[in-house]
Nanobody
Framework: QVQLEVSGGGLVQPGGSLRLSCGAS????????LAWFRQAPGKDREFVTG?????????YYADSVRGRFSISKDNAKNTWYLQMNSLEPEDTAIYYC????????????????????WGQGTQVTVSS
């Protein structure tokens, strides 16, 4: 397993922006799938966005965040990011990063059980 460390949560007003970071310790991988999930109070944890490297790079987004959130990776730092813009109160949740060294098939990128390394959660609160 890889150790993941999350940073960047906090309180932001509606319409604001935040960037979360997830740093991975240890070796780099030629194939991987990285993702962000979130869990709002009283709700199940849900997929937010993912990025897969298997040959080329592919990105995936939940419909609720498409066009507002973006995922990216800095290979030099072995860190990936979740840029969140136009935040809404409904985005309030604990956000988790996750990864696997496998290039998960497209239909399974949203499945939590595919990921074997998880970071600690970070609270994102969107409120005026």
């Amino acid at each position: 397993q890889v150790q993941l460390e999350v940073s960047g949560g906090g309180l932001v007003q509606p319409g604001g922006s935040l960037r979360l970071s997830c740093g991975a310790s240890g070796r780099s991988f030629s194939t991987y799938t990285l993702a962000w999930f979130r869990q709002a109070p009283g709700k199940d944890r849900e997929f937010v966005t993912g990025i897969r490297k298997r040959g080329g790079l592919s990105t995936y987004y939940a419909d609720s965040v498409r066009g507002r959130f973006s995922i990216s990776k800095d290979n030099a730092k072995n860190t990936w990011y979740l840029q969140m813009n136009s935040l809404e109160p409904e985005d309030t949740a604990i956000y988790y990063c996750a990864m696997t060294s496998r290039g998960v098939i497209t239909s399974q990128v949203r499945a939590q059980y595919e990921y074997d390394s998880w970071g600690q959660g970070t609270q994102v609160t969107v409120s005026s």
